[in-house]
Structures are given as C-alpha cells and as structure tokens.
C-alpha cells in the first residue's frame, strides 16, 4: 500500500503561483510514475500532468502548459507542481497519484482558490 500526501494549496489572487507538494511512501517511490489532477466545482476529475519514473519526462495539459511545471525529488520521496500565472479557471482541489506496480494510488487532495 502506497500513502500519498498532497500540501501547499491555498488561497491566492490571479498571476501568482503556488507550489504543491505530493509525498508518497515507498521504498521503491523512483520507480512511480506520478501525476497530477485536479476537479473544479461541478467538474469531472481532469488531467494536470505527469512525470514518468525513469527518465523523469514531463506531460501537461493544454491549459496549463507553458505555466505549470512538474519536477521530482526521489531523495525526498516527493513530486512537486509549480503553478505560476495562476488563473481563476485553475480554482480546483489538485490531486496527486502513484502508479506504482501494486496500482495507482491516489491522495486526499489540496484546495487552490485563486481570485480575480
């Protein structure tokens, strides 16, 4: 069983950034390839990004490419999303998975606001 903690939502006003941190447990947390969600208020789930495990290369959706970035501490057990020129269309609860070889584990998720 593979625990995953998201951190560092908040509150923040349009243009700013915020950095989110994702831990997850494991000795084997190196070999996880690790993505990001995020669901809006009467929203499906959708796909921020992701990081693969070996090479540590990067995917993004459309909307947040270009402004958010995905990087990885294996030291650290730990992914992080940098998010920059926040937009209020990016207000969501941002949610950080594992796919390790048992399966994909998921997190509780954490709160950005962003305001206009």
């Known amino acids: 069983q593979v625990q995953v903690v998201e951190s560092g939502g908040g509150s923040v006003q349009a243009g700013e950034s915020l950095r989110l941190s994702c831990v997850a447990s494991g000795r084997t947390f190196s070999s996880y390839s690790m993505g990001w969600f995020r669901q809006a208020p009467g929203k499906e789930r959708e796909f921020v990004g992701a990081?693969?495990?070996?090479?540590?290369?990067?995917s993004y959706a459309d909307s947040v490419k270009g402004r958010f970035t995905i990087s990885r501490d294996n030291a650290k057990n730990t992914v992080y999303l940098q998010m920059n020129s926040l937009k209020p269309a990016d207000t969501a609860v941002y949610y950080c998975n594992a796919n390790a070889a048992g399966g994909t584990y998921w997190g509780k998720g954490t709160l950005v606001t962003v305001s206009s």
């Open positions: 990081i693969s495990w070996r090479v540590g290369s990067t």
